[in-house]
T-cell receptor
Framework: KNEVEQSPQNLTAQEGEFITINCSYS?????LHWLQQHPGGGIVSLFMLSSGKKKHGRLIATINIQEKHSSLHITASHPRDSAVYICAVRSDMRFGAGTRLTVKP | SAVISQKPSRDICQRGTSLTIQCQVDSQVTMMFWYRQQPGQSLTLIATANQGSEATYESGFVIDKFPISRPNLTFSTLTVSNMSPEDSSIYLC???????????FGSGTRLTVV
């Protein structure tokens, strides 16, 4: 069993829909990252959080340390949000397999 | 957060040859990390590069295959040596600025070995 599990693996949505991507982990962590990887391969760090909730524009990330679970939400999704979203936990930086999001116009 | 310039962005190489990937950071950092992302897979840490000492390699990665240089606090290179098609991957460098800012990644190098 992977130490960092993401769901779903693939997600297709219509423009404007509310998106949720989930991440569960089994190791002790000091923080959790949500990363965005575009088709070219480059990775952008969206959030680093160790408790509660963070919001940046249309993106919201939450974490429940007791339940070892985090979610990434995208409100009013747009085709430019299409990317692979990766959850990574700050325990020697372990990565989830990623969620490939496609937002159709 | 830090800005990392990674080169080349992509390359197609013949098997048996070597490719050196460069990462330049816009500020001094203690540790730089090199990752490999095989097709359809998540990121795997290759090694951690500290300035002034030999890189620390993860299990399954060896210095002869992936030599790393770290001549100063803003620059590092990763060489993929004696390449085979199995080395076709995206290679990324990363730095950990602080506990507040977290990780920053380079733009990645998409390597195809033919």
């Amino acid at each position: 069993k992977n130490e960092v599990e993401q769901s779903p693996q693939n997600l297709t949505a219509q423009e404007g829909e509310f998106i949720t991507i989930n991440c569960s982990y089994s190791v002790g962590i000091s923080a959790l990252h949500w990363l965005q990887q575009h088709p070219g391969g480059g990775i952008v760090s969206l959030f680093m959080l160790s408790s509660g909730k963070k919001k940046h524009g249309r993106l919201i990330a939450t974490i429940n340390i007791q339940e070892k679970h985090s979610s990434l939400h995208i409100t009013a999704s747009h085709p430019r949000d299409s990317a692979v979203y990766i959850c990574a936990v700050r325990s020697d930086m372990r990565f989830g397999a990623g969620t490939r999001l496609t937002v159709k116009p | 957060s830090a800005v990392i310039s990674q080169k080349p962005s992509r390359d197609i190489c013949q098997r048996g040859t070597s490719l050196t990937i460069q990462c330049q950071v816009d500020s001094q950092v203690t540790m730089m990390f090199w990752y490999r992302q095989q097709p359809g897979q998540s990121l795997t840490l290759i090694a951690t590069a500290n300035q002034g000492s030999e890189a620390t390699y993860e299990s399954g990665f060896v210095i002869d295959k992936f030599p790393i240089s770290r001549p100063n606090l803003t620059f590092s290179t990763l060489t993929v040596s004696n390449m085979s098609p199995e080395d076709s991957s995206i290679y990324l460098c990363s730095v950990d600025r602080t506990v507040n800012y977290g990780y920053t990644f380079g733009s990645g190098t998409r390597l195809t070995v033919v």
